[in-house]
């Protein structure tokens, strides 16, 4: 594995906790930035659960005590049942050939990963990698419905504007531009606050990205 990585392809990655065929929470990371972060395909992936929602990834080398003490907020009672190695966590080929693992089983719901949970992986060190839930499920579906509410409020607002222009005499005067009510719309559209802005934690890499992605082979727990 190579470790020369460029500061800028380092940025955090967002997805969203999907349903597996069996009902459980299914978290599928892929995609070429995977190789970007230093990781390839054959690479061992270990799991050690930090607190509820949130995982520390350490992909190529195993977990030892120093990341339990540096990141596990609580290391008194650590058991088995908080570090997952099975020899199936691998990063796999995905249909495109990039690294790819799934991550499923019942045992998500038990470190606090729910089905629809917005998630986000930062890299933190050499082959370590933080994933972490930064919005609810029911907090994440309002995001959604809010960003589907003004595109209908903007969708809408184009066609009276345009049913104005065509029947003024409807609307009891002149039509005012088009032109001028789209720039208006457009420009304090751009002064609100970003999305990933608003769901994830200011960090040094900053920005976000999407990993989500369907996938070939399931790793189950």
Same mark, same amino acid.
């Given at each position: 594995m190579s470790f020369v990585i460029d500061p800028v392809k380092r940025k955090p990655r967002l997805l969203t906790v999907s349903e597996s065929c069996r009902y459980h929470p299914r978290i599928t990371i892929s995609?070429? #930035?995977?190789?970007? #972060?230093?990781?390839?395909?054959?690479? +061992? !992936?270990?799991?050690?659960? !930090?607190?509820?929602?949130?995982?520390?990834i350490r992909i190529g080398t195993t977990i030892d005590d120093s990341d339990i003490t540096k990141y596990c907020h609580q290391t008194r009672g650590l058991s088995k049942f908080q570090i997952r190695d099975s020899p199936y966590y691998r990063l796999s080929p995905s249909s495109n050939n990039f690294p790819e693992i799934v991550i499923t089983g019942a045992w998500l719901s038990l470190w606090g990963f @729910?089905?629809?949970? +917005?998630? /986000?992986?930062?890299?933190?060190?050499?082959?370590?990698i933080l994933m972490k839930v930064v919005a609810p499920s $029911?907090? #994440?579906?309002? !995001?959604?419905?809010?960003?589907?509410?003004?595109?209908?409020?903007?969708? =809408? @607002?184009?066609?009276?504007?345009?049913?104005? @222009?065509?029947?003024? $005499?409807?609307y009891g005067g002149a039509p005012k531009?088009?032109?001028?009510?789209?720039?208006?719309? /457009? %420009?304090?559209?751009?002064?609100? $606050?970003?999305?990933?802005?608003?769901l994830i934690p200011s960090t040094p890499a900053g920005? =976000?990205?999407?990993?989500? %992605?369907s996938a070939n082979a399931p790793v189950s727990g």
């Open positions: 995609g070429g #930035w995977i190789r970007d #972060w230093g990781f390839d395909i054959g690479d +061992r !992936v270990f799991l050690l659960k !930090v607190t509820a929602g949130e995982i520390l @729910t089905i629809g949970d +917005r998630v /986000s992986l930062t890299w933190l060190e050499k082959d370590h $029911s907090e #994440w579906q309002e !995001v959604l419905q809010k960003k589907k509410l003004e595109r209908q409020v903007a969708f =809408a @607002t184009a066609m009276l504007e345009r049913h104005r @222009t065509a029947h003024p $005499s409807l531009p088009i032109q001028k009510r789209v720039l208006a719309f /457009s %420009r304090a559209k751009q002064a609100q $606050s970003s999305l990933f802005d608003e920005g =976000a990205g999407d990993a989500a %992605r």
